[in-house]
């Protein structure tokens, strides 16, 4: 009888421990998200490093764009889904032309894109663009950022290499991204 009675007690205390456990386990799966990607404004910016282009031409191999190097300006990341896509077309376009507006200062801005060196390359010279652009082929960096592929994302980064303010949907097509980029990028330098 006794034994029979802890048997029970035992199946108790299992169905009650799957029961907690379960629920436990079940909500630490977005911690864990975070802690894999997606950085939260004021916490610190993930370090990468990964080559780049310019619409210059590629910079030197062995001094590829490196994020802990940027620290001491406000760093602008970029992320678009390809380079022909329309609407990172269109981001990219406009970050060039108004790029005295938008990121007045000591601002270091660069686009990372899903795509080879190569094709970079040649989006960078047909664009005309003067900021620095990261090719991500392995989508390394975009998952260390938690972008979700196919979206265009910003990411502000304050001096101290905080990330200061961050957009993970931002429509290319609306002034008020532009706007919000802009103030994001002033009050990152403030700090």
Known sequence: MIRRGSQYRGVLALAL????????????????????GDP????????????????E?????????????E?????????VPG???SAAVALIRAFTSQADSLFAGDVVLASIAPVEGSRVQSAARSLGTRHKMLPDTTEAVRRLYGVNRGSIAVYVIN????????DLNVNPY???SYTKIREAVTK????
């Open 17 to 36: 421990f799957l029961g907690i456990g379960a629920r436990a386990l079940h909500a630490q799966q977005p911690v864990k998200a975070h802690l894999m």
């Open 40 to 55: 939260l404004p004021g916490r610190d910016a993930p370090a990468f490093s990964l080559p780049y282009v310019t619409s």
């Open 57 to 69: 031409g590629p910079g030197p191999e062995d001094q590829p764009f490196r994020l802990r190097a």
């Open 71 to 79: 620290l001491g300006r406000v760093v602008v990341l970029a992320f």
């Open 83 to 85: 380079l022909t896509d």
């Open 159 to 166: 001096p101290l290499g905080k990330v200061s303010w961050r």
């Open 174 to 176: 609306a002034r008020s």
């Open 188 to 191: 990152a330098g403030r700090s």
